[in-house]
């Protein structure tokens, strides 16, 4: 186990909490290359149920690893695939069949005969007997030894949607309306995600002999938590794992945050009374008894489980005290201070500087600081055709009546290229290099616009392009040794007082993770050369920072929420309806960055602290 990776109490299935989703992948990695080698050894086959998706992409890049540099043996492997959409070609780029072969199976060697996945291109009258011949193959084949699992929004396990019986097995399935939803960015929108799917059965999962299930995110704490914690039901088919004798829940800290034993201890067991346990403790006693801090009395904690909090650190009124001039002192006014220094932000998306601080770099320039912002990505995925389609057009226009012969003929060629493309183009197509490069202009062009509704001059932004995200596709590669390199030379040329990255795990997509994860290890490496700085991380465009965990919050005016506002509508091609708005929240990003603008500033209010109209909040990053 991780050294920092522990076991969770209160929970209805064992359940390891880890730092990262990373330690967790390793973790399974190293349990599937336990049980490989030993039935190696004894020269019988290892038997695994594997997953897709982007959780566990951690595992398979460890596992090819294993095999690669440890001399990991998996030929005598044999897998099945949890599940396939349907109905897909095997080429198609969204099939898992393909997925699973440019994933894993093409870097190993695991015989092409023990691979088995569902078959997408199966006629409707062929589909029953093969899910028959599926189950029993994992029967001839001795059973699955370690199924790996994740957990979908709608509590899902395969494609065993809400309403499915603990007692299904290998089946054509209709998929939810919420798991076509999250599949839409893959497919370049909803309307072109498969309608059904080929799916193992709960039945099917629970003969596993081991079964390792891995959640990561803050967006899949609250249907882990279900799973976990409240009784078996047919609406979350991952709660049967809790009839399994060796299931186990391997969780990042993200995913665990609402579980009894992380949000509130002191309900399991003795509780180890630190300074942020008192902060969680109180802040949400006060917002739920509907005081403010100063107001609590002992009463309130005897009422609410704290009579350990209480009879330690009390009574009421010094612990309340204590804890409301620690939330005062993260109100700043001067984020910054107030002598000019060099702020640097990075972007993930050319736009998350706006929706999640825009307000705070606002306040940053009128108090004289030197702000950058580096864009992490080109976000060209993220523009529709029909934008793309419209800015060709314009340049064509804008040539014939401005340019030279040579420009527009260049010009017109591009232009006949791009809506050529458009023309022809299959639904789920991942755009050609021309779309993608206009694209990306448009995302570019808005970042200027942007930046300068806020005051920054286009010379002060850096559009970094980082190589990880130029796939074209929704999948990512991993982060690449150039682009941590990228953003070291970056560091070093600017030599920043403080900056600020995007600290949200929840991104549906998976590039503010990776972004945040190679903007650490970029810092730890100048560190390492003794060049200091702060580093403030801010959220906001699918969650906020909990109360209890802000470290600085940045008062806004109306007048300056106004000019964030207006500096979001200057991504036109996010505007109204974004292309990959996440989850199920509808609302636009503007919507969301004003109404938790909002909400920040009234829940300090209902704690009992200055009132302000918005606020913007961050918390400090050490290691």
């Known amino acids: 186990m991780a050294p920092s990776a522990h076991n969770l109490p209160h929970t209805r299935v064992f359940t ?46 460890e596992l090819i690893r294993l095999h690669k540099e440890d001399g990991l043996d998996l030929s005598r492997v044999i897998t099945f695939n949890l599940d396939e959409y349907y109905p897909i070609p095997k080429e198609d780029p969204h099939s898992y069949f393909r997925w699973m072969h440019e994933t894993l199976f093409n870097h190993v060697n695991i015989k092409w005969e023990n691979i088995h ?14 899910c028959a011949e599926y189950e029993q193959k994992i029967k001839a084949a001795g059973g699955i030894d370690i199924q790996v699992l994740g957990i979908g929004r709608t509590g899902h396990i395969g494609f065993n949607e809400p309403g499915s019986p603990h007692n299904c097995r290998t089946r054509m399935v209709t998929l939810d309306s919420i798991t076509r939803r999250d599949a839409a960015p893959g497919f370049f929108g909803e309307e072109n995600v498969p309608a059904q799917a080929i ?53 990042d800290s993200a995913a665990a945050a609402e579980l009894t034993a992380i949000k509130r201890p002191w309900e399991v067991g003795p509780c180890d009374w630190t300074p942020e346990t008192v902060r969680r403790a109180v802040v949400g006693l006060s917002l739920s008894v509907k005081k403010g801090l100063q107001k609590l009395n002992d009463f309130d904690f005897r009422d609410h489980h704290l009579y350990e909090l209480l009879r330690e650190k009390g009574p009421a009124e010094k612990i309340g005290e204590e804890v409301f001039h620690d939330r005062l002192a993260t109100i700043q006014m001067y984020p910054a201070g107030r002598e000019r220094k060099k702020i640097l932000v990075f972007s993930p998306h050319p736009d998350d500087d706006v929706i999640s601080m825009g307000g705070t ?90 930046a300068l509704a806020c005051g920054i001059r286009p010379e002060q932004l850096e559009f970094m392009n980082l190589r990880f995200y130029r796939t074209g596709t929704i999948t990512k590669n991993p982060i690449q040794p150039q682009d941590i390199d990228d953003i070291v030379a970056l560091l070093e040329r600017l030599k920043p007082a403080q900056i600020y990255v995007a600290g949200e795990l929840s991104d549906p997509h998976g590039t503010h993770r990776t972004c945040a994860e190679a903007v650490y ?84 209010d209902a704690l009992g602290l200055p009132e302000y109209y918005a606020m913007e909040a961050f918390v400090k990053w050490e290691e």
């Open 16 to 61: 390891i909490a880890f730092p990262s989703s990373g330690a967790a992948a390793k973790f399974v990695a190293r349990e599937i290359d336990k049980l490989v080698r030993s039935r190696n050894a004894a020269g019988k086959p290892t038997v695994l149920g594997l997953a897709t998706g982007s959780t566990p992409v951690g595992l398979y890049r």
């Open 117 to 130: 996945i569902p078959d997408g291109t199966l006629r409707p009258d062929e589909v029953d007997a093969f």
């Open 199 to 251: 799916t193992m059965g709960v039945a099917s999962i629970m003969d596993a002999r081991r079964i390792f299930l891995m959640s990561f995110g803050e967006h899949k704490a609250t249907i882990t938590y279900k799973a976990l914690e409240q009784p078996p039901t047919e609406a979350i088919t991952a709660s049967f794992l809790q009839d399994h004798t060796n299931a186990t829940f391997l969780l």
């Open 361 to 450: 770099i606002i306040r940053l320039v009128e108090q004289g600081h030197d702000v950058h912002i580096a864009y992490m990505t080109s976000g060209n995925i993220a523009v529709f055709d029909h934008d793309a389609r419209r800015f060709v057009d314009f340049v064509d226009e804008f040539l014939a009546g401005f340019g030279d012969s040579g420009e527009k003929s260049s010009a017109g060629t591009i232009k006949e290229r791009v809506n050529k493309f458009i023309d022809e183009k299959k639904p789920g197509q991942p755009d050609s290099p021309d779309l993608l490069a206009v694209k990306g202009m448009i995302r570019a062009t808005e970042a200027r616009a942007a």
């Open 521 to 604: 290890e970029a810092v730890r490496r100048v560190r390492a050369k003794q060049q200091m700085f702060d580093v403030w991380l801010y959220k906001g465009a699918w969650e906020e920072w909990e109360p209890h965990e802000v470290e600085m919050a940045v008062p806004l005016s109306s007048d300056v929420l106004e000019r964030k506002k207006q500096a979001i509508f200057r991504h036109q091609s996010q505007k109204d309806q974004a292309m990959f708005p996440g989850g199920t929240d509808r609302r636009e990003f503007w919507q969301r960055a004003e109404d938790r603008n909002l909400g920040t500033a009234q829940t300090f």
